[in-house]
């Protein structure tokens, strides 16, 4: 059986007050044993984080990391530092570090290589634009982006990946994949993991859906064959809604 996870990226929000209103809000609810949540507030609030979730089984996760151990990359944060503060599971990829910080297939490969070096658990994000969509090169684009970042690994260095599948279309823009659209993918990329490597890697990995899932359309999207679980960005500052999606199983 995959993991199911749920995981809310806060993306550049909450500050110190707003996380401990956030995450004591959070800490009162009860979580379902057989789901993975995880919270990723900014580097400045990761050590914070994990004090106030000492006694939750909440995880906290970094939402970016450098390729490099250490030296002159001024505004950056290594895999060592995130582990120093007890922090081992990071995001990699996600669209916003690919359109505004101009990350790509073989930046992230470096970075994916120095995370699993690390002994780190990655949350692959990746995804199509509207365009590509429209243009019918979505399954393409996807399939670049894998084989690109992720394919070069042995299959023994899967353990550490987590995917997420983010069409950039519906992220932050209240427009969801219908269900029927991120199950059809969410069984492409298991068929490519197939191709790569085997079936049973292609059955243990968990592919989560990303963008505008929300309380009202989690449960239809979750309930699909090939959907682990979600990335959450704007639902997952809100505790009650975080927490009706994580029950949404
Ligand atoms: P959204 O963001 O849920 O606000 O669409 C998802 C994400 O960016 O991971």
Known sequence: MR????????????DHRETEILL????VHSKPKDV???VAPSFTQLSQSIDLLKNDSIK????NMNAAASGAYTGEVSAAMLKGV????????????????????????????????EGMEIIFCF?????????????????DQLSEAL??????????????????????TGETASPAQAQEMHAFIRSLIVERYSLSLANEIAILYGGSVKPSNAKEIFSMEDVDGGLIGGASLNAEDFM???NAF
């Open 60 to 63: 906290v996760v970094a939402q």
């Open 3 to 14: 993991d199911q996870i749920v995981a809310g990226n806060w993306k550049m929000n909450n």
């Open 127 to 143: 995804g199509e634009q509207l365009e590509e969509r429209k243009t019918d090169r979505h399954f393409e684009v996807v399939k």
């Open 151 to 172: 394919f070069a690994l042995p299959e023994a260095a899967w353990e550490h990946i987590i995917l997420a599948y983010e069409p950039v279309w519906a992220i932050g």
């Open 24 to 27: 004591n809000a959070l800490a």
């Open 86 to 117: 007890g922090v081992t599971t990071v995001v990699l990829g996600h669209s916003e570090r690919r359109s505004l910080y101009h990350e790509n297939n073989s930046s992230l490969s470096e970075k994916v290589k120095t995370a699993i070096a």
């Open 244 to 246: 009706a999606i994580v």
């Open 36 to 38: 993975r949540v995880m």
